[in-house]
């Protein structure tokens, strides 16, 4: 399998990674990956940063490089790849006996709708993307807030794994479900919404489907309606009603905050 490094420490394991990309970096290959249980500083959606006592949470972030594959994925594609790399995550989880499923756009929970890890994703240098997650693994010690759980919670003590074995197994998961959705995706670089079967895996898991949601979104907009289906690239497909509540329209978002507020977690196994 492609080298995974351990860092006892570090500020973030995705900016790491970025700055063994730039020029004069010793770089890190297709598939390899960086992963800590000491990350001082890290990064989330919007500019969020956060830090997290050492030995309570895994930080990984995977280097993939589409462009380079065989056959090569489309940039057009990209903006999947949080959303197939958080759908691997979820496997991982309930393969310890987790109850966890995905929220729109990179969140995966569990049952009861408390957070166990994040995903972010980033173009490196040379048009690569940096694939970072935060999996929350131990709070006996305390929960640091009331919207976060950790693999603690749902399982014994005897039977935690270790951040760094967590780290393997997450990471041979994502480089799988990647290159089964690269291999899965149309040869004439077509355009891929939910329908598509290379990304059944994602919509399987994606309880924010159905439900009725509220999205901030960037510039202060609020959205609120039925997520109805993912469109291109894995935008949010939401139905509102419009002109006196009697008529319904469907609006694609492609960023922002999005809150579930009704509806049955049909996902969460």
Same mark, same amino acid.
Not at 91 to 96: A, G, P
Not at 118 to 123: I, R, S, W
Not at 149 to 165: I, Q
Not at 218 to 221: I, K, L
């Given at each position: 399998?492609t080298?995974?490094?351990?860092?006892?420490?570090v500020?973030?394991?995705?900016d790491? @990674?970025?700055r063994?990309?730039?020029p004069g970096?010793?770089?890190?290959?297709?598939?390899?990956?960086?992963?800590?249980?000491?990350q001082?500083?890290?990064? #989330?959606?919007? #500019?969020?940063?956060?830090t997290?006592?050492?030995?309570t949470a895994l930080?990984?972030t !995977?280097?993939?490089?589409?462009?380079?594959?065989?056959?090569? %994925?489309?940039?057009?594609?990209?903006?999947?790849l949080s959303?197939? %790399?958080a759908?691997?995550?979820v496997? $991982?989880?309930?393969?310890?006996g987790v109850p966890?499923h995905?929220k729109w756009?990179n969140?995966?929970l569990v049952?009861?709708?408390? *957070?166990?890890c994040? %995903?972010?994703?980033? !173009?490196t240098?040379?048009?690569?993307v940096?694939?970072?997650?935060g $999996?929350?693994v131990d709070?006996?010690?305390g $929960?640091p807030?009331e919207?976060a759980?950790?693999?603690?919670?749902?399982?014994?003590?005897?039977?935690?794994?270790?951040?760094?074995?967590l780290a393997?197994?997450?990471?041979?998961a994502?480089l799988?479900?990647?290159r089964?959705?690269a291999?899965a995706l149309?040869a004439d670089g077509g355009?891929v919404d939910?329908?598509?079967?290379?990304v059944a895996?994602v919509?399987?898991?994606l309880s924010?489907l159905?439900?009725? $949601?509220r999205?901030?979104l960037?510039?202060?907009?609020v959205?609120?309606?039925e997520?109805v289906g @993912?469109?291109?690239g894995?935008t949010?497909r !939401?139905a509102?009603a419009?002109g006196?509540?009697? *008529?319904?329209a469907v609006r694609?978002i492609?960023a922002g905050? %999005?809150v579930h507020?009704r509806?049955? !977690?049909r996902?969460?196994?």
């Open positions: 399998m080298e995974m490094i351990w860092l006892e420490t500020d973030s394991t995705q790491e @990674l970025l063994r990309l730039a970096g010793p770089g890190l290959p297709d598939g390899g990956a960086l992963a800590s249980a000491d001082r500083a890290g990064r #989330g959606r919007q #500019g969020r940063t956060w997290t006592p050492p030995g930080a990984l !995977v280097h993939l490089t589409p462009a380079a594959w065989r056959p090569p %994925v489309g940039v057009q594609h990209y903006s999947w959303l197939v %790399v759908s691997a995550v496997d $991982v989880v309930r393969e310890l966890a995905l756009p969140d995966v049952a009861d709708g408390r *957070k166990l994040g %995903v972010l994703a980033a !173009v240098p040379g048009g690569g940096a694939v970072g997650m $999996v929350n709070h006996r010690a $929960v807030v919207t759980t950790a693999l603690s919670d749902w399982m014994p003590a005897e039977e935690l794994p270790t951040p760094r074995d393997a197994r997450i990471h041979a994502v799988d479900r990647v089964g959705w291999a149309p355009v939910g329908t598509h079967g290379c895996g919509v399987d898991h924010t159905g439900r009725q $949601v999205a901030e960037p510039g202060g907009e959205l609120e309606g997520a @993912l469109g291109p894995g949010l !939401v509102f419009t006196g509540h009697e *008529k319904m694609e492609s905050d %999005v507020l509806g049955d !977690v996902r969460a196994h």
